[in-house]
């Protein structure tokens, strides 16, 4: 069992930086992959950034490649999302999802979720 829990939620003005944590606790010997989520009201979640233990694959998705990093500390698995000149259409919830079985970019390939933290961007 993992459990995941997310932080670093708040209002941010348009254009700033903000980061978000995720703390990883549990059985953490199944890890492989590790993804940041985001959900808009009336939206789908979308993944926007993964991750492989160990750091050594790393991904952005398109919608904020260029803006957005996810870095993860290999000592105990903490995990990151670094977000730079946010933009108002960033404003959603944000996920950690950890142990992927299949798409890396799928909801439904993730067996583990955090409670997610909201991240809202204000003009």
């Known amino acids: 069992q993992v459990h995941l829990v997310e932080s670093g939620g708040g209002e941010v003005q348009a254009g700033g930086y903000h980061s978000l944590s995720c703390v990883v606790s549990?059985?953490?010997?199944?890890?492989?992959?590790m993804a940041w989520f985001r959900q808009a009201p009336g939206k789908e979640r979308e993944g926007i950034a993964v991750i492989g233990t160990g750091g050594a694959y790393s991904a952005i998705g398109d919608s904020v490649k260029d803006r957005f990093t996810i870095y993860q500390d290999n000592t105990d698995y903490t995990t990151y999302l670094h977000m730079n000149n946010l933009k108002i259409e960033d404003t959603a919830m944000y996920f950690c999802a950890a142990v992927s079985n299949g798409d890396v970019w799928s909801v439904h390939s993730y067996r583990y979720w955090g409670q997610g933290t909201q991240v809202t961007v204000s003009s």
């Open positions: 549990g059985s953490t010997s199944g890890l492989n992959y």
